[in-house]
């Protein structure tokens, strides 16, 4: 089946920003809540900034399908700007764990246990960094076929 690129574009760009709404409250709110919100060590201060990230995954995933719901695909600009929103929680995640004294895993956690994450060829896999790249690549591929758009394609 073939399909044409804007609307293979749109496509992943709305699975993208889906995604970015969806898969951080799915995980954290829910599946991991007894190692987030519902932790008891958290202090209410660390509790915020989870729910602050929850907000923000909605704001940008919301902000990105009301682009797609608006602008044409031979937009660029807004096509670019959908890409970003719906990334940028991502991009963030990733980033974050770079910072001192974070984690991507639950190792030692007083909650949720010794959860160790899995190893593929020696290395660390954390299923939170994976779903981030997953994410950024869709939107990323999304982007691609928007620009091979021609502008007197319609969507």
């Known amino acids: 089946i ?25 995980v954290d709110a829910i599946l991991l809540s007894k190692g987030h919100m519902g932790n008891p060590a958290w202090l209410p201060h660390a509790k915020l900034h989870c729910a602050m990230s929850f907000f923000a995954a909605i704001s940008l995933g919301g902000s990105a399908l009301a ?21 940028a929680f991502w991009i963030g995640l990733i980033a974050s764990g770079l910072w001192p004294g974070t984690s991507y895993g639950f190792l030692k956690d007083p909650v949720l246990g010794n959860t160790p994450e899995p190893k593929l060829l020696g290395i660390t896999i ?22 091979q758009v021609k502008s007197v394609d319609y969507d």
């Open 126 to 147: 954390y299923m939170n960094v994976v779903l981030s790249l997953i994410t950024i690549a869709i939107a990323g591929a999304g982007y691609w076929f928007a620009i």
């Open 2 to 26: 073939k399909m044409h690129p804007r609307k293979l574009s749109k496509r992943l760009l709305v699975v993208a920003a889906l995604s970015t709404i969806i898969i951080p409250l799915g």
């Open 67 to 87: 682009i797609l719901k608006v602008r044409p695909i031979t937009d660029r600009f807004s096509m670019g700007l959908a890409t970003f929103l719906s990334s």
